[in-house]
């Protein structure tokens, strides 16, 4: 079991991995790699075809659905199966003053609102919008999941698309996942201070948010604290939002971004992260969490960034060990390098000792 938050740059693409049981939240390529080559490793097969049971949309920007035809092109060729499409429920197209639409992003809401049309869907035609208070009993109707999976939807709340006053990003879908031992990861999209403040926090059920992971809303954005960027920066004593990291009471920090937090104004320029959201980060785990000040210690060790490669939390035992520094070929080189002992322990108890091993792809479980 593993989730592994790719380095993408300031886009967010993740892939959630257990037994028979593949997610990818948000895509978005790096360059070098488009989503489909960075999620497409970790397909599984079901009846004979490629197969991602959940693909997670947060909202319809395009560094979060970059790279969508790719997965739609192998659907049309009949080579992959998505299970079930889940989304924000915010319908770009019917914006008329939106004029940033994606290729990509037309493409996944052709696919929803075909799926949508379905009567009957099964497998590979389900898709979802789910709302604050579901539960992963509604959000994965129709799938089959792990049985210690929890799925808690935070955002958006019921009514809020493209027809309220929020835009796209205040209502990007925001949940907490969980396994056991994990104790959350909450995936915050590029949800805002306001809609924090206005839908997010007076909805929440005691305990609803905290998570032992965060990964930071909208790459390390001063959007999450405060509308008004120079504000957030001389907020005293305390920007509008900062109450939410008392709601989160997070542990670690990720930031999928193009680089470090910049930790000086003067570094900070037009695209996140932001040094205004970096101050007000600091500042709660100085007081929560014993990291020293920013002067000695910068980026604490608890802080993890896709800047420095991909960023895996991966089970082992009842423990999530995390790795900064993740790669498919590394994993499948520790693979080897653990069946080999084990088959080497077997030869030498006579057969005994070697673990019953299933194969699928690169993936071993």
């Known amino acids: 079991m593993k989730i592994v938050h790719f380095k993408v740059g300031n886009g967010n693409c993740c892939v959630v ?20 080559e960075l999620v497409s490793s970790h397909f599984r097969k079901k009846d004979d075809k490629d197969c991602l049971d959940v693909l997670v949309v947060t909202h319809g920007d395009r560094d979060h659905c970059g790279g969508y035809k790719d997965f739609q092109d192998a659907m049309d060729k009949g080579e992959l199966v998505i299970g079930k499409i889940i989304h924000q429920g915010y319908d770009r197209t019917n914006d008329e003053d939106d004029e940033s639409c994606s290729d990509d992003y037309e493409c996944l809401q052709k696919e929803i609102n075909s799926r949508e049309k379905v009567k009957d869907p099964t497998f590979g035609d389900l898709v979802g919008e789910p709302k604050a208070g579901d539960k992963v009993v509604e959000v994965m109707r129709g799938l089959t999941y792990p049985s210690d999976m929890l799925f808690d939807v935070l955002s958006p709340v019921d009514g809020d698309d493209e027809d309220s006053e929020y835009d796209v990003n205040d209502v990007s879908l925001v949940f907490r996942l969980d396994f056991d031992h994990l104790d959350g990861l909450l995936f915050a999209g590029d949800s805002s ?84 959201a970096y101050k007000w980060y600091h500042q709660w785990y100085e007081d929560n969490r014993n990291v020293k000040n920013k002067k000695v210690d910068p980026h604490p060790k608890s802080w993890h960034y896709t800047s420095d490669g991909n960023i895996c ?43 019953k091993t299933r194969y699928y792809a690169s993936r071993t479980f």
């Open 313 to 355: 939390l991966e089970k082992d035992g009842k423990n999530w060990k995390l790795d900064n520094d993740w790669s498919l070929q590394k994993a499948q080189s520790k693979n080897a390098q653990k069946l080999g002992a084990a088959h080497k322990v077997g030869a030498l108890s006579g057969g005994l000792g070697v673990p």
């Open 17 to 36: 991995e257990a037994s028979d049981f593949v997610m990818a939240v948000d895509l978005h390529g790096n360059g070098e790699e488009s989503s489909f």
């Open 193 to 276: 201070s306001k809609y924090w403040q206005e839908k997010i926090i007076p909805h929440l059920t005691e305990g609803a948010a905290e998570s032992k992971y965060l990964l930071a809303s909208h790459h390390g954005s001063y959007s999450f604290f405060g509308e008004d960027r120079d504000e957030v920066r001389e907020a005293d004593p305390y920007p509008d939002n900062y109450e939410a990291l008392d709601k989160i009471q997070s542990k670690e920090l990720i930031v999928s971004a193009n680089s470090k937090f910049p930790t000086s104004r003067d570094q900070s320029g037009d695209q996140p992260p932001h040094y205004a």
